[in-house]
């Protein structure tokens, strides 16, 4: 008798089981470094079960394209992902503020 094989969980997946401090947990369910970006808020809605994660990061701007990418990797069947961004600095931005939403649809 064979079982089937139970389908593999992306680090991802944790997100909506994380505690709203943990922002170690956070990085590493995104598979980046916590240095990469600062939380600046985050709060998870839904009862029971979670159903949306919103944050807002502050990224240095050379860790912008890195750091957003990870975030938007997340995309697949089981969530959704979508970032608004806002750049801070006159004529050469230094930094960006993103505002992300992910939805857990699985």
């Known amino acids: 008798m ?9 680090g991802s997946a ?3 089981a994380i505690d709203l401090h943990n922002h ?6 995104i598979g980046a470094a916590r240095d990469d970006y600062e939380v600046k808020w985050w709060w998870k809605y839904g009862t029971p079960a979670i159903d949306l994660v919103r944050l807002t990061i502050e990224v240095d701007a050379k860790q912008f394209g890195g750091t ?8 697949g069947r089981a969530q959704q992902v979508t970032a608004e961004c806002f750049p801070y600095g006159i004529v050469q931005p230094d930094r960006y ?3 992300l939403a992910i939805r857990n649809s699985g």
């Open 2 to 10: 064979t079982t089937a094989a139970k389908p593999t969980h992306r």
């Open 14 to 16: 944790k997100l909506f």
């Open 24 to 29: 170690e947990a956070l990085a590493h369910a």
């Open 68 to 75: 957003l990418s990870k975030f938007m990797q997340q995309n």
């Open 97 to 99: 503020r993103v505002e």
